[in-house]
């Protein structure tokens, strides 16, 4: 008798000094905790979209890009920074043309070009997809992203410590038969842009020489902050962008227009996916790719909103996205054609993903 109640009086204590579980949030929390948007485009002075961006609790990170469907960068720019003068929750990521790459003077004024920018507010740099994907030199051959003649671009970077965001490649799904590709939003836009489904373009560079240009650019420059758009164009496996992470421990990655990919593996391995976030909780950025144009009939490849009301569309993928990562609430996505349950992360984990990581590795916002 004394046996055993020594044994209860030992497990009473131990379950007494065992640490609980790290609650997590709720759907009700959504409004009342900072958050931080990491990827979008506001590529339209629109104040309606920093309110609803100051009532659900964003801050937002808006990146100009150099893409034939977008405003011309100088006007990008000029909105950016009219709307940050308005409300100092939007922060802008400049850009660089590569005009003129490789001829003398180029990286000069592409210095100049970024110098200028960050002394108006910019807090970092994004280079696009047209390297390595369009972007040829004057011999005609194409420019991937490991190619020597950025270096002096890049180590300027380095040395003033501006972040690099880099969105090279697109989802592996434009390299796959429709018939493979994980999910409904890429099946539908590859059948509809013929032209940039690359599948049907074996000239092309392939998805892994892509891959391995934008890993040889990372690993010749391990002191540069750097920034995976759209998780690396790594969405189709956590597996493969939890090697990437480790092989490259001064890069994070954001989730901008991905999320359903990440859905797509958590409905078959729920806790490969939420294990993924918790081990990664410091090298993940939130962000969604939302973007604000003024619709234009000619841009093939422009993605207008799925309503008439950029502001309203915002707040529905904010509050979905949200009902995913910090709840255990299932919902249907569409994309993927299932219901998929949410991740429930931690408190801490979900603070991290929302806010501390931009603000750490964007470190010039204000």
């Known amino acids: 008798m004394q046996i055993w109640r020594s044994v209860l009086l030992v497990g009473t204590a131990a379950l007494i000094g065992a640490t609980a579980p790290e609650r997590g949030y709720g759907e009700g929390d959504f409004t009342n905790v900072a958050k931080f948007d990491a990827h979008v485009h506001a590529n339209v002075n629109d104040p309606r979209f920093l309110e609803v961006a100051r009532r659900d609790g964003f801050q937002l990170l808006s990146i100009n890009v150099d893409y034939p469907d977008f405003p011309p960068v100088p006007e990008q720019a000029t909105i950016a920074e009219t709307m940050r003068e308005a409300d100092p929750r939007l922060q802008f990521a400049t850009t660089f043309s590569m005009q003129g790459f490789g001829r003398p003077g180029w990286t000069e004024r592409t210095i100049r070009t970024i110098d200028a920018a960050v002394a108006r507010g910019a807090v970092a740099v994004k280079v696009w997809k047209n390297i390595g994907m369009v972007e040829k030199d004057a011999q005609g051959k194409r420019v991937f992203i490991d190619d020597p003649r950025f270096d002096g671009v890049i180590a300027h970077l380095e040395r003033r410590k501006i972040p690099l965001i880099v969105h090279q490649g697109e989802p592996k799904n434009c390299w796959l ?34 891959m391995a240009a934008r890993d040889r650019f990372a690993a010749r420059h391990p002191k540069l902050a750097f920034d995976g758009a759209h998780m690396a164009s790594l969405e189709w496996s956590v597996d493969e962008l939890a090697r990437f992470l480790d ?12 999320m359903s990919n990440l859905q797509a593996q958590s409905v078959g391995d729920r806790a490969r996916v939420r294990n993924f976030f918790i081990r990664y909780q410091d090298r993940i950025l939130y962000g969604t790719d939302l973007t604000d144009s003024p619709l234009d009939p000619a841009a093939r490849a ?9 502001a309203r569309e915002a707040d529905r993928v904010w509050r979905n996205d949200w009902r995913y990562l910090a709840t255990r609430l299932s919902q249907r996505v569409d994309a993927i054609k299932a219901d998929a349950q949410g991740l429930d992360l931690p408190r801490g984990v979900i ?7 931009a603000r750490r590795f964007f470190a010039r916002m204000t």
Do not use: G
């Open 177 to 210: 038969p429709l018939d493979q590709m994980t999910t409904e939003n890429d099946r539908a836009y590859f059948s509809a842009h013929p032209e940039y489904y690359m599948y049907l373009h074996p000239e092309e560079p392939s998805y892994e020489a892509l």
């Open 302 to 310: 422009q993605n207008p909103p799925a309503t008439n009301d950029f």
């Open 351 to 357: 603070d991290k993903i929302y806010r501390k990581n």
């Open 247 to 258: 092989r490259h421990p001064n890069a994070v990655v954001d989730l901008a227009a991905r």
